[in-house]
């Protein structure tokens, strides 16, 4: 994470005289080295409303990727299946008894069956 003075030092007051917030900044510089700055403002939502892990991995997907046609429509695939990803490990595991058993021990089962 950078300090908010490195920031300030890159921030050329002629060039980004339209940029009031860092998001904006980072949406921007991520459809430059995509080079797709016609969408720039797509890019700038994502970087206010995505979490900046997900989009470095995938910027960094694409900047390792090989003979590559089109870098955002690669961007974005990346991203769709970093978010999927995620969604698919914070929702609820069902488990069975038996999976219980053999994940948490038998003393987490035998807890429960004592009577007071």
Not at 44 to 69: C, H, M, Q, S
Request: a positive charge.
């Amino acid at each position: 994470m950078q300090k908010v003075s490195d920031i300030l030092k890159k921030f050329d007051s002629d060039e980004d005289k339209y940029i009031s917030y860092e998001f904006q900044k980072y949406g921007y510089e991520l459809a430059e080295q995509l080079g797709d700055l016609k969408n720039k403002s797509l890019y700038i939502k994502l970087a206010k409303i995505t979490p900046r892990g997900l989009l470095e991995a995938a910027k960094n997907f694409v900047k390792d990727a090989y003979n590559v046609k089109s870098r955002p429509r690669l961007f974005m695939w990346r991203l769709k299946q970093l978010k999927n990803e995620l969604k698919n490990k914070k929702s609820p595991h069902k488990w069975s008894r038996s999976e219980a058993r053999s994940t948490y021990g038998e003393a987490s089962s035998e807890r429960g069956s004592k009577k007071r």
